[in-house]
């Protein structure tokens, strides 16, 4: 009994900062995720595979998307975008608020090419650039939402954080804020 009144505090802080830990992003605007992505693409994953990096320390996702249009950027009909973590065998790896696709999920992704020279594109903003189409309540017109669980939104000014609620609205509200980021980006 003496042994678990001493380890019990111990296992509790453990279990604590286990549970607490998660991503924390400083939240980018549509018009920050369109500067920084060299394409924004609205595209359906076709399917997806996991594989080590080559020094066998990371495991990476990788899907295929058919591209159904470009909002920014040229690109090829089939695009293969990398995620960090996924499993690999026996083994997993996950990242707080990083979201994986599968077959048949619609996206409109803000990305830009991947350090490797394996051209593949990554995901702006780590899961910000990630806006999943969702079917729409009314059953007219699509939503789209970048907003994931486990993320923290840092607010550099007041110096605080909060839960990355992400930005929920129509398809079409964003295709418009997109398309007005670039005529600010071409005024520049």
């Not at 080590?52 to 690109?75: D, Y």
């Not at 007219?140 to 839960?163: I, W, Y």
């Amino acid at each position: 009994m003496r042994f678990f009144k001493r380890i019990f505090p111990f296992a509790l802080a453990v279990i604590f900062v286990l549970t607490a830990s998660g991503t924390t992003i400083v939240p980018m605007s549509i018009e920050r995720l369109t500067h920084a992505s060299t394409h924004v693409l609205v595209a359906q994953a076709t399917g997806s595979w996991t594989q080590w990096n080559a020094e066998h320390t990371m495991i990476f996702t990788f899907t295929k998307f058919k591209v159904s249009r470009a909002l920014k950027g040229q690109a090829a009909s089939e695009v293969v975008v990398k995620q960090i973590g996924g499993r690999a065998g026996a083994y997993e790896q996950k990242v707080a608020g990083v979201r994986h696709w599968q077959s048949g999920d619609e996206a409109v992704l803000f990305v830009h090419p991947s350090q490797s020279p394996d051209g593949t594109l990554v995901v702006t903003g780590l899961m910000q650039g990630d806006f999943r189409v969702l079917p729409s309540s009314n059953g007219k017109e699509k939503m789209v939402s970048n907003g994931v669980l486990g993320v923290e939104a840092f607010n550099p000014q007041q110096g605080t954080t909060e839960h990355f609620s992400g930005s929920r609205m129509p398809i079409t509200r964003l295709e418009s804020l997109v398309q007005d980021a670039l005529v600010h980006e071409v005024a520049r």
